[in-house]
């Protein structure tokens, strides 16, 4: 195997991975060249998206069977498992469509202008190509679950493809990653329920707060490019006041889980689940209170290395709902 070139972490004669790729990563090490590109597009050399993506549909099942009067079920564990493969698919073709629409900004950002449809690896038809054997792929699995699942699954696609147009009309675009990224909430909770009660709404919102949360860290990472190139963000608009939105969120984020689980558990009954399933948004808002501080908003490998530790700040929680469900 050739070695890396030690100022870019590239092989001699390629293009540079992405920045916020973890260096040494497997796709750049060992992919083989023809599809890296591609493996590129649909971030599987970051895989800290698929991970935020994921574990809201973990909470979805968990609370929902938590609150199931004939609790877990043998489904359930494909229902996991199943959301555990959406959502690595979703993801990389929810990214390469934002890649696809992208690529003439991506080339303008010091952090994004190594993307494989900047630098002239892929194509923009090979992208979409790609982009629909991931969606395809995905449908498969949707189609396992009941009909109100497949529904809602069928409806985040507006989500999906609207999402990379926000941050050309809206200050807000980190709102409409959070409608889009936390929808397996509603998926998952309808895929053991068949419905989607008020706790399943509620703990979505928690999810929408959450990516309020996380992504206004990842997005000061591009403020300065973004402010040069008329792209709009949260962290943008929340400027020197991004702590104080921060804490707003993650308050909105731990009370409303707080609700979901209130909501769903107290009908049936049973004070160790309630105990157990409210600590999931104690041990929630503690972790995203540890990050705020270690929070540098104008280092931008601060942010990044916060952002990424939210994968624990998710895991939380599903842990904690988890154990309610067996208690």
Not at 51 to 72: E, I, R, S
Not at 115 to 127: C, D, H, N
Not at 218 to 234: M, N
Not at 248 to 254: C, S
Request: glycine share 8%; with cysteine; charged share 15%.
């Amino acid at each position: 195997m050739p070695e890396l070139d030690q100022a870019t972490g590239a092989e001699p004669g390629t293009v540079a991975p992405v920045a916020d790729a973890a260096p040494g990563n497997w796709v750049d090490r060992f992919a083989p060249a023809a599809v890296r590109p591609y493996l590129r597009l649909s971030r599987v050399d970051r895989p800290i998206g698929t991970w935020l993506l994921f574990l809201p549909c973990t909470w979805g099942v968990m609370l929902a069977a938590a609150a199931d009067p004939n609790g877990w079920k043998p489904w359930d564990v494909w229902i996991i498992v199943g959301c555990a493969g959406g959502a690595f698919l979703m993801r990389g073709a929810g990214c390469t469509w934002n890649d696809i629409t992208d690529r003439k900004i991506d080339g303008a950002v010091a952090r994004t202008r190594n993307r494989p449809l900047p630098a002239g690896q892929v194509k923009p038809w090979q992208a979409l190509v790609w982009m629909l054997v991931q969606t395809s792929a995905a449908a498969l699995i949707l189609v396992s679950y009941n009909d109100a699942a497949i529904g809602i699954g069928i409806a985040s696609l507006a989500l999906v493809a609207f999402y990379p147009f926000a941050k050309r009309i809206t200050w807000w675009p980190q709102l409409f990653l959070g409608l889009a990224f936390n929808w397996g909430v509603l998926l998952a909770s309808a895929a053991h329920a068949g419905v989607i009660g008020l706790s399943a709404v509620l703990l979505y919102g928690a999810g929408i707060a959450w990516t309020l949360f996380y992504d206004t860290i990842y997005a000061h990472q591009d403020r300065e490019d973004d402010a040069l190139i008329g792209v709009r963000s949260t962290a943008r608009l929340f400027g020197s006041n991004t702590r104080w939105w921060l804490r707003l969120f993650m308050a909105a984020a731990v009370v409303l889980m707080a609700a979901a689980v209130i909501v769903a558990l107290v009908p049936k009954g049973d004070p160790l689940a309630l105990v157990v399933g409210t600590g999931a948004a104690w041990a929630f808002g503690w972790h995203m209170s540890w990050q705020l501080g270690r929070l540098d908003i104008d280092s931008p490998e601060n942010c990044l290395r916060t952002f990424r530790s939210n994968r624990d700040a998710g895991l939380l929680p599903a842990l904690f709902l988890a154990v309610a469900v067996f208690v």
